[in-house]
């Protein structure tokens, strides 16, 4: 067990939908980073909070988006849902603060998401 | 981009043998981690190096991260079927902003009894 959940662990859902995933980091880690995995394209960073702020985007859609709440806990939104967003999508945190070269992220269980 | 190539994509071994993954890239990394991961599940941690040439034991596996900080290896030594699963390593870069992990392509791993 990492220490990291997420809720929900399945999610079956329309085209045109809107979903919220949850995550919540292990004690202590204030970074709170979303990765999206597919059969055809792997592991994709999506994007990074810090203590409650964007730190970092990466391959994120514009029909998704992230926020960081005051307690550390995350949530991803996806609107607009496409038969493409059928992925798991896992939530990591780490304690990193960018002051040393360790960044040790410690993964969800993750959320499959099923577009129909 | 940073992209991180894994090879072999596919190994299957009997039990017992000794096995090598290796992930290679162009890019230099601050840090690299290798994962395991089970179908359906989360990448579960198994290391962490930073400095070049360094190397790490984890029982029956050997990990090293090249002197430039650009490849990594892992070595495992007698094989057993508790061992098959998704290698992934992930490289973390170096400045402010660009803490994540850019991961490999993956390494299924087959242990035959």
Do not use: M
């Amino acid at each position: 067990d990492s220490g990291v959940t997420q809720t929900p662990k399945h999610l079956i859902t329309a085209t045109g939908q809107r979903v919220t995933l949850r995550c919540s980091p292990r004690s202590g880690d204030l970074s709170v980073y979303w990765y999206q995995q597919s059969l055809d394209q792997g592991l994709q960073f999506l994007i990074q909070y810090y203590n409650g702020e964007e730190r970092a985007k990466g391959n994120i859609l514009e029909r998704f988006s992230a926020q960081q709440f005051p307690d550390l806990h995350s949530e991803l939104n996806l609107s607009s849902l496409e038969l493409g967003d059928s992925a798991l999508y896992f939530c990591a945190s780490s304690v990193y603060s960018g002051l040393s070269s360790y960044n040790e992220q410690f993964f969800g269980p993750g959320t499959r998401l099923t577009v129909l | 981009t940073q992209l991180l190539e894994q090879s072999p994509q596919f190994l299957s071994i009997q039990e017992g043998e000794n096995l090598t993954v290796y992930c290679n890239s162009s890019s230099v990394f601050s840090s690299l981690q290798w994962y395991r991961q089970e179908p359906g599940e989360g990448p579960v941690l198994l290391v962490t190096v930073v400095t070049g040439g360094e190397v790490k034991k984890l029982k029956r596996l050997t990990f090293q991260f090249g002197d430039a900080r650009k490849d990594s290896s892992l070595h495992i030594t007698a094989a057993q079927p508790g061992d098959t699963g998704l290698y992934l390593c992930a490289g973390a870069g170096t400045n402010f902003g660009n803490e994540k992990l850019t991961f490999g392509t993956g390494t299924r791993l087959t242990i035959i009894p």
